[in-house]
């Protein structure tokens, strides 16, 4: 997907704060894509030096730590042009920022003479395992898992999702977990059922501004799904290839708990572009997570980074936090694999509320919805960094303002 920061150009000014010099077809000649490995210095510095216009102030924007993520905007795969002699600068991330888009100009500026500073949003299709084939209508897969149940992974999916669709992606979900879908629930979905056209395939639910696709839809929730492990294997690639996603940036799967088989097979034939693992502080959620990280790396799906959930309990009365569940497992893990600890989530009665109720997070939770907005940004921030695979045959979408 292709577009400046917001769905329209009437967002378009709202969002870019006010820039109306936007130009979408780019030439290849002034952009550029370089790592900003070089010490970072204003533009002005560059000047002074007598540098290169474009290419010193490539450097300084491209150097620039993106707000999320602990990466720059080059190693998170960001592109700069300068027009006008430096004065207009159009910036190219590859994650969704209608949340943020003022304070990425804002960074833009500190080390630039930029009078003008437009952000678009072009996110692309990421490299998969070659033996899988892509899924229609689909860029990027992203699964969610923990190795084991009850660690919150579901509940950090849905909110992963929507912090993905408030920033402006595209973005859909699928309740992988057949014997226990929560999705349905957590998205006030429940009693719902999709709409067939054609008998063959179905339409995702909607909610949250998400794409919701999941067994819960299809069966009585209140009665166990007893399944052996190759019926269940069927009935999740079914449901992954026959629900009609509708031009999804990113795909969430919930996947289900655990490192057996259904996981394995799952793994070998979705076409993951990365995986977030999910851990509790408590050490023996971290030993599994341990293995989900390694039967991620032997099939060959990156891990974006490992999320902390319940690292503490906040007292709604007081606000005093406790650490239940012990401190600094997720730490320790993501330093194990050298990855990135994305978010460190609390335990609260109003994450809890917010999940029964169906409202989620991020959303509705100004505290705990923050740092769930944040996981959003850190994961697409990380996917973007990643080395794209070929591009999809979606056609472009281009909002230009005049």
């Known amino acids: 997907?292709?577009?400046?920061?917001?769905?329209?150009?009437?967002?378009?000014?709202?969002?870019?704060?006010?820039?109306?010099?936007?130009?979408?077809?780019?030439?290849?000649?002034?952009?550029g894509s370089l790592a900003a490995?070089?010490?970072?210095?204003?533009?002005?510095?560059?000047?002074?030096?007598?540098?290169?216009?474009?290419?010193?102030?490539?450097?300084?924007?491209l150097g620039v730590e993106a707000p999320f993520g602990g990466l720059t905007l080059g190693e998170a795969g960001g592109r700069v042009r300068a027009r006008n002699g430096g004065r207009a600068i159009e910036l190219t991330v590859g994650f969704p920022c209608d949340g943020f888009v003022e304070e990425l100009q804002?960074?833009?500026?500190?080390?630039?003479?930029?009078?003008?500073?437009?952000?678009?949003?072009?996110?692309?299709?990421?490299?998969v395992p070659p033996q899988v084939q892509r899924l229609e209508h689909v860029r990027n897969i992203i699964a969610v898992a923990s190795a084991k149940g009850g660690v919150g992974k579901s509940t950090v999916a849905a909110n992963l999702a929507v912090g993905l669709a408030m920033d402006g992606a595209a973005?859909?979900?699928?309740?992988?977990?057949?014997?226990?879908?929560?999705?349905?629930r957590m998205l006030g979905l429940e009693g719902e059922r999709p709409r067939s056209t054609d008998g063959k395939s179905f339409e995702p639910l909607r909610a949250h501004g998400l794409q919701a696709s999941s067994i819960g839809f299809l069966v009585d929730t209140r009665s166990p799904?007893?399944?052996?492990?190759?019926?269940?294997?069927?009935?999740?690639?079914?449901?992954?290839?026959?629900?009609?996603?509708?031009?999804?940036?990113?795909?969430?799967?919930?996947?289900?708990?655990?490192?057996?088989?259904?996981?394995?097979?799952?793994?070998?034939?979705?076409?993951?572009?990365?995986?977030?693992?999910?851990?509790?502080?408590?050490e023996l959620a971290v030993a599994d997570a341990r293995k989900g990280i390694a039967m991620f790396r032997k099939v060959n799906v990156p891990v974006l980074g490992v999320v902390e959930n319940m690292s503490a309990y906040v007292c709604p009365h007081c606000g005093h936090t406790e650490a239940l569940f012990g401190e600094g497992?997720?730490?320790?893990?993501?330093?194990?694999?050298?990855?990135?600890?994305?978010?460190?989530?609390?335990?609260s009665a109003g994450v809890r509320a917010a999940t029964d109720d169906g409202r989620l997070v991020a959303p509705s939770e100004p505290d705990g919805g923050g740092d769930?907005?944040?996981?959003?940004?850190?994961?697409?921030?990380?996917?973007?960094?990643?080395?794209?695979?070929?591009?999809?045959?979606?056609?472009?979408?281009?909002?230009?303002?005049?």
Not at 39 to 54: C, D, H, K, L, W
Not at 171 to 184: E, F, K, N, R
Not at 372 to 395: E, I, N, Q, V
């Open 329 to 347: 497992g997720g730490a320790r893990l993501a330093g194990e694999f050298d990855l990135p600890l994305l978010a460190q989530l609390p335990l």
């Open 372 to 402: 769930y907005r944040a996981l959003s940004r850190a994961a697409a921030a990380r996917l973007a960094g990643m080395s794209r695979g070929a591009k999809t045959a979606f056609p472009k979408i281009v909002v230009e303002s005049d």
């Open 171 to 184: 973005t859909g979900i699928l309740d992988a977990d057949i014997y226990g879908p929560s999705v349905p």
């Open 1 to 31: 997907m292709r577009r400046l920061c917001g769905r329209a150009p009437s967002a378009v000014v709202e969002s870019c704060g006010g820039v109306f010099l936007f130009f979408i077809a780019l030439s290849d000649e002034t952009t």
């Open 106 to 127: 804002a960074r833009v500026r500190e080390v630039t003479s930029a009078e003008e500073v437009a952000v678009r949003t072009e996110i692309t299709a990421h490299a």
């Open 225 to 282: 799904v007893v399944w052996r492990g190759p019926m269940v294997t069927q009935a999740l690639m079914q449901l992954l290839g026959q629900t009609r996603w509708k031009d999804l940036d990113y795909l969430i799967v919930d996947m289900p708990p655990g490192t057996g088989d259904i996981q394995l097979t799952l793994s070998q034939r979705v076409p993951l572009a990365g995986a977030v693992v999910v851990t509790t502080p408590q």
């Open 37 to 61: 490995d070089l010490p970072v210095g204003t533009y002005n510095q560059a000047i002074s030096r007598g540098g290169s216009v474009t290419r010193d102030l490539e450097t300084a924007v």
